[in-house]
């Protein structure tokens, strides 16, 4: 009964008109589609001081409920850990439905994610951004980043495992634990940029790369550095703020050490306690004064020395 239920809502789909002009949203489940229309609704909002009032013209959003659906419309370009894309040249998201989202993924965060790259393809013109920043950025709007992401870059930190900002251009290739860093160190590359420079200097930054100005030359004018200073200067900012003294400290291993260790310390001395009242008693045993003896003056006949 509830397979032939999902036959007939996914069957039932169709394209939802979205509160913002040109955007159209295709869901295979029906009820999906006005939750999706008011997370983009409030991460539009919340582009604004980032973006001004650039937001994409025409965009369709996908919310499938199969891979073969979801692997059909993004060209089978996107690597098995993947939930969602944004492709801007079709003017397409394509998201998977919490029905077959992997891991612990939520719709919202997803929504967000990709529209925040539609947003900033049509800021740019299309023109090719940073692959951190633009990650990086979608990271702020969705909101995403949790205690997960901040223990795991603080351990790749720890043991060196930190992925250079370069390379993070071939994100697609990463192994799931590998692209878990790089999405991390993403979301932290483009908050160190915006709480250092500000929101003005990521417009600047930004209007560089919508004139085709080279990286070096955006970064030079947003930041007074090249993009090798920049990154040079995270990579400092980055083990300034992590060390195995403070990742120890916030890690759940760290407390699960201490609790076993005042367990163990309870434990101890509940023993120590336990051990020492034997004592007692055995001496109480070998030395008591109040023995009984008998009655001086009727002895036992059967053991007069008794």
Do not use: C
Request: glycine residues 8%; charged residues 20%; without cysteine.
């Amino acid at each position: 009964m509830i397979r032939f239920l999902i036959i007939i809502w996914l069957a039932a789909s169709a394209a939802f008109a979205g509160s913002i002009p040109g955007i159209r949203i295709i869901a295979d489940i029906p009820g999906d589609a006005p939750y999706v229309d008011s997370v983009i609704a409030v991460t539009a909002a919340r582009l604004k001081p980032l973006l001004g009032d650039t937001v994409p013209d025409s965009l369709d959003i996908f919310i499938v409920a199969t891979a073969g659906k979801f692997d059909s419309l993004t060209e089978n370009s996107i690597p098995d850990w993947g939930a969602g894309v944004a492709i801007p040249y079709l003017h397409r998201i394509v998201i998977k439905s919490p029905l077959i989202l992997p891991g612990d993924k939520a719709l919202g965060e997803l929504v967000a994610h990709e529209y925040t790259h539609m947003a900033l393809a049509a800021r740019v013109g299309l023109q090719d951004v940073p692959r951190w920043l633009n990650e990086g950025m979608a990271m702020y709007l969705s909101a995403e980043w949790g205690w997960g992401d901040n223990m795991s870059i603080g351990w790749a930190v720890v043991v060196g495992n930190i992925v250079p900002l370069t390379e993070i251009e071939h994100l697609n290739r990463f192994g799931g634990s590998q692209a878990g860093i790089a999405y991390s160190e993403s979301y932290l590359a483009f908050r160190y940029f915006l709480d250092t420079y500000g929101q003005s200097s990521l417009r600047i930054l930004l209007d560089n790369f919508e004139k085709h100005r080279n990286i070096d030359r955006a970064f030079m004018a947003a930041m007074g550095g090249n993009y090798h200073s920049f990154e040079k200067e995270f990579m400092v900012y980055l083990r300034g703020r992590y060390n195995v003294v403070i990742v120890l400290f916030n890690s759940e291993l760290f407390w699960i050490i201490v609790t076993a260790l005042f367990i163990a310390a309870i434990v101890a001395v509940r023993l120590r306690r336990k051990r020492r009242l034997k004592e007692l008693e055995q001496y109480d045993v070998y030395h008591s004064t109040d023995f009984d003896y008998g009655k001086p003056e009727e002895p036992d006949e059967d053991n007069p020395w008794d």
